[in-house]
């Protein structure tokens, strides 16, 4: 029996650290580019160990009791006639439950300390009449004062591109220019069907609806061009409706802005 | 209301075709639907497959190639619709179901033997009818979710003989479900009481509950869709004022749902296998059957965790997180059951035992990201990409289908009288399961970094791990032809099996293989002990 506990121990510990150690050393995640992303990160490697945890435990279980509890050459009869245990199965209904209570409030908190369950209805300079409804996205921020200060972009869906409008420039444009370490807030509105807004580096998405336009707000944080993917199936061309986000430092934003600056729309 | 446990010869037997042509006409034995079901819905998977194939192929390099655009996008919905409507739902519910729960409460045939053989007939024309809006001009390309506006700008001939499929598919499955309901309550053997029951019974008495609740609302959410598309009405058209994200709420309160209608059967069916060849009882049952029901109550109430990117309001979006999680919670406690049931037995590893194994092992990873889905900020990132997919087709290929192969090698010697060659099952097991792990694992890595779903070109720099998962499917493919040869040479000249080859106590042992026309000679035998291994029962053989 004392054996026993200590093999059992001795597999436990050996699941946990097998998957923290993945858990810590394997990144499958890309490049971190805005605030929300080491957020998500740490989610991310939460979710990462407690699931490597579970399914190792699981496998090791599994294939245990295969070669262990196989019918031997000849062997005849059954197994024990174990039906039921109790109290075993009240602990199976309670850990599980407290782990996913656990993980539901801690992701809850990643999502507000991303900015997800802040009302975004306060946010004047977004709103073109005030009927109209708005749908939230991720936020980094709300409040009055600070959306005021935020770069704000218009985002135009159609089958199949994005195009940027820059309402204090009055220009259009077809990549997405944005100065680094800057909250930027864009409204977006589909002309047609269904599109989606999607810088895997930000780890943010958020649909682009007809008839209901959504707002996205984030900071990005490295100099850099990553690809914005549309991630709803619009139509044979889905795939290739891409665009791209360019975050460089403030001066070369600035001179990019300045030389798109015009009082006519220019493409 | 009473309903006879013995119905009056309804068959009129002397008619019926013999042998194998038994199996095309329009019969009401309840055997014969079931196969029908099985063989029907198996078609439908080599053609779902052939689709997957060529899928597959075109995303072997990144450049849109093999196929046009568009005709890839008709290609994608009409694997998924395939699958889905054709292949899973039919064959988990209405072919094991037919077969097995006349048996397992003691019957003779269904409640109502003919809107059972309705039901099935629904499937062949509308199946057909599916497959043939492929070639009628402009096939039906918005994915199987079919959402508006882009179901109603594409080609609208496709789209609205899709829309006519489903829901005949429907309408088929609702009275499938409806005959079960009333067979599990009102045609149970006098003295069988409902907690004697084999597991398969209440997870058919939840599935069809959710069918019966939300099918239905599936049915009335097309129909709205095709007047939009039809008659220019303004349900879901932005265009004339239509909420394109009410039709994403209707869409899933039956699609969600429709995942369990997939599992939960796989979820009975394995437990009827595990105890046979682990040689002991299923372990737990009271909770078993308590978590089928939370399973079903919460499949209900969770619907719009597929919306946490359609703009949803954010308290919303942390109610349906939290129900979602917590549907993890009763169907972890099915998994250890399963273990649990497994230890301390004497396990014949044969490829029944292989596949349920299999299944488990990857519905618990399909699990696992399945919890991390519910989590809003972690889908935000993963919604619409290859991260979805990997994660759905680990519950519905590596749970579901693997328990289709599963049940079918355990049964397979009751319906036939023949036992099928282990050997070449264990072969179709070993390929299976290495093409669906390559295959799918992958694709996870794919969806985390920046390849979004339904897309015939993507960028070069995944086009490595494609051609992985491409191998993976190939594999998948070629581990058919195992399991085809094993069916032809056991049907020409198999071993003959015996009336109850795995010595099993449910009832659909304790009669002869094939099963006489009734189910049995003199009266339905009463089981009291369906999974009594281990005690008297079993120690009589
Ligand atoms: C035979 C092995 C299979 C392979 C190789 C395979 C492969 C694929 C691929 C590559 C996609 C495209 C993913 C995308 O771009 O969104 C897909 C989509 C899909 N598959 Fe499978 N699949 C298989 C079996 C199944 C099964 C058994 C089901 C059962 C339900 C299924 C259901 C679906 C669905 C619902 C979609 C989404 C279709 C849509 O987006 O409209 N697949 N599959
Ligand atoms: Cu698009
Ligand atoms: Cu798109």
Redesign the pocket.
Known sequence: MFNKNIYLILIISLVFSISFWIGFNVNLLPAEASINAPIYDELFKILFIIGLIIFIGMTIAVIYSLFKFRKRNNQIGDGIALEGNLSLEIVWTIIPSIIVLLIGLYSYNIYDRMGGMKELNHNHEMMSSNTEKIWAGISQTSDNAIATNNLSIEVSAMQFAFLFNYPKGNFISGELHVPVDQKVSMKMESKDVIHAFWVPEFRIKQDIIPGQPTILNFTPTKVGKYPIICAELCGPYHGGMRASIIVEEESDYKEWFNKNKKPEVNL | MTISIDPQKTNNESLQPKGWLRYFSFSLDHKVIGIQYLVCGFLFYLI??TL??A??IE?ASPMSDFMPRDVYNQV??L??TI??FL??VPVVNGAFGNYLIPFYVGARDMAFPRLNAVAFWLIPPSGLMLVASYFVEGAAQA???AYPPLSITTPQSGQIIWILSVLLLGGSSIFGGINFIATIIKLRRPGLKLMQLPMYCWAMLGTSLLVVLSTPVLAGTLILLSFDIIANTGFFNPVLGGNVVVYQHLFWFYSHPAVYI?VLPAFGLVSEILPVHARKPLFGYTTMVFSIMGIVVLGLVVWAHHMFTSGTPPWMRLFFTIATAFIAVPTGIKFFNWVATLWGGKISINSAMLFSCGFIINFVFGGITGVALAQVPFDIHVHDTYFV?AH??YI??GGT?FIIFSSIYHWFPKVTGKMLNEKLGILHFIITFIGFNL?FAPQHWLGLNGMP???AEYDPQFQFVNQISSLG?LL?AISTIPFLINVFLCVRNGKEAGDNPWNALTPEWLTSSPPPVENWEGEAPLVEEPYGYGKKFSAQK
Do not use: D, P
Request: glycine content about 12%.
């Open positions: 779902g497959g997957a194939s899928i597959r995303l994608l919905t694997h998924g699958m889905i292949w899973i994915g199987w979710t997939m997919v759905f087709h519905v290929y289908v295959c779903r339904r897309v499917a998948m």
